[in-house]
T-cell receptor, first 113, second 116 residues
Framework: GQSLEQPSEVTAVEGAIVQINCTYQ??????LSWYQQHDGGAPTFLSY????GLEETGRFSSFLSRSDSYGYLLLQELQMKDSASYFC??????????????FGQGTELSVKP | EPEVTQTPSHQVTQMGQEVILRCVPI?????FYWYRQILGQKVEFLVS????????KSEIFDDQFSVERPDGSNFTLKIRSTKLEDSAMYFC??????????????FGPGTRLTVL
């Protein structure tokens, strides 16, 4: 089967740094994406890794190790508005027909004052 | 900034009734998707659509489901005879190009379907 594992919930305080891990097992792998979702609203794209290493976008960074089938999302200088669910997602095919995203179960991040 | 829109935001229906969920993808996008999310669970892929035909569908997308692009802007998901277990949030997504790994899928705000 295809599966992505991530912690169900994480709690941190304002200003802190938090890391959300994701391990995956999929039939194909064409990149790991991270999405943020507030209160069941639209998943919003945060970051993408196709190759090993760290990608930085402002306060958010994402890391990928394809040999370990592992990635993480790093959130720095946490703010209250970062309280949300975070999903990792793998794209499992790459052709001109598109490619679906396979999502993890999501990690609920609670930021405390 | 362009965005995916969906209507209605909330649909309540009786079991066995037909529902049509509507989406307007971002205008220059060519690839369209439907996903669903049962309350408290992960987002699940239903179907992808390109060049006026289904390119991939999941096991969830059985004969009760259909998709259509009736004109140049709308993309619809029809459920012919709803079941209680169809109650979920349905998200439409679109992407500009599908053949490159860096292509990003943009999600709409969702339609919450409640089947009674």
């Amino acid at each position: 089967g295809q599966s992505l594992e991530q912690p169900s919930e994480v709690t941190a305080v304002e200003g802190a740094i938090v890391q959300i891990n994701c391990t995956y097992q999929t039939s194909g792998f064409y990149g790991l994406s991270w999405y943020q979702q507030h209160d069941g609203g639209a998943p919003t794209f945060l970051s993408y890794n196709a190759l090993d290493g760290l990608e930085e976008t402002g306060r958010f960074s994402s890391f990928l190790s394809r040999s370990d089938s592992y990635g993480y999302l790093l959130l720095q200088e946490l703010q209250m508005k970062d309280s949300a669910s975070y999903f990792c997602a793998v794209r499992d095919r790459l052709d001109n027909q598109g490619g679906k995203l396979i999502f993890g179960q999501g990690t609920e991040l609670s930021v405390k004052p | 900034e362009p965005e995916v829109t969906q209507t209605p935001s909330h649909q309540v229906t009786q079991m066995g009734q037909e529902v049509i969920l509507r989406c307007v993808p971002i205008s220059n996008h060519l690839y369209f998707y439907w996903y669903r999310q049962i309350l408290g669970q992960k987002v699940e892929f239903l179907v992808s659509f390109y060049n006026n035909e289904i390119s991939e569908k999941s096991e969830i997308f059985d004969d009760q489901f259909s998709v259509e692009r009736p004109d140049g802007s709308n993309f619809t998901l029809k459920i012919r005879s709803t079941k209680l277990e169809d109650s979920a949030m349905y998200f439409c997504a679109s992407s500009e190009v599908g053949g490159i790994s860096t292509d990003t899928q943009y999600f709409g705000p969702g339609t919450r379907l409640t089947v009674l």
